[in-house]
């Protein structure tokens, strides 16, 4: 397997924040992203509010992805789904515009990542659909709260991520590799861990779990494309 890990910015642990936004307030971060306050991570933002992970297509390739999320469930658990060139996703926020809050976005064209832009107005089609998939950025702070130790927010960063040797289930032409993220444990934190994530269902079930003399690994599932996370 391959490893990638992230810088993310560092929120701090109360409410305030560095960046002049309520970290503890989900309208207040995206109205800080939407007016370009800011770009960074959104790991840390809005505690106790699910986040989510964004893949936005055109029509024509929407039912083969919807298809590709429901046979892959662990890795694409959908949260929401809009309707062609709706920008707004009302089950999960009345006031979001999924052109403007988030804090990067990737562009890519023929499957090749082209551009990095903060705002896809300029992209935006009559014919897009916005998927919304559960990240588990959501369960972190619930293994916190519960006093696991999670070492990488310690250390600024995000969770590593893998590149498995699994294939997910296609779907027309969506396909590839499971990419998983794993945390670190204790052996007598992991039974914990287990039953706190196991409560998260949307936003990756643990895959498996490996044991060793000192650490104990919870692998969480994520699906191969390159998304961005939001709130």
């Not at 809009?82 to 979001?96: C, I, N, Q, R």
């Not at 499971?178 to 196991?198: E, H």
Request: aromatic fraction near 8%; charge should be neutral.
């Amino acid at each position: 397997m391959t490893t990638t890990q992230v810088q993310r910015d560092s929120l701090g642990t109360d409410a305030s924040s560095p960046h002049g936004f309520d970290r503890l307030d989900p309208r207040a971060a995206r109205h800080a992203i939407r007016s370009g306050a800011y770009r960074g991570y959104t790991a840390g933002i809005a505690p106790g509010r699910v986040q989510a992970n964004v893949c936005i297509l055109p029509r024509s390739m929407a039912e083969d992805f919807l298809l590709y999320c429901q046979r892959n469930p662990k890795p694409c658990p959908l949260l929401a789904r809009s309707d062609p060139g709706d920008p707004h996703l009302p089950t999960l926020a009345e006031d979001l515009d999924i052109r403007t809050d988030i804090a990067r976005y990737h562009v890519f064209e023929h499957g090749e990542l082209v551009k990095e832009v903060t705002d896809i107005g300029a992209y935006w089609r009559d014919d897009l659909v916005t998927f919304a998939l559960g990240c588990s950025f959501s369960f972190e702070e619930a293994l916190v709260q519960a006093g696991l130790r999670l070492r990488f927010l310690e250390r600024n960063n995000v969770a590593a991520v893998y590149q498995t040797t699994i294939d997910t289930v296609p779907a027309g032409p969506f396909r590839g590799p499971l990419m998983v993220t794993m945390r670190a444990f204790k052996p007598a934190d992991a039974i914990r861990a287990v039953q706190i994530t196991s409560r998260f269902p949307a936003v990756h079930l643990p895959s498996g779990t490996s044991t060793s003399a000192t650490n104990f690994l919870l692998v969480s599932c994520e699906d191969n494309t390159r998304r961005k996370q939001h709130l």
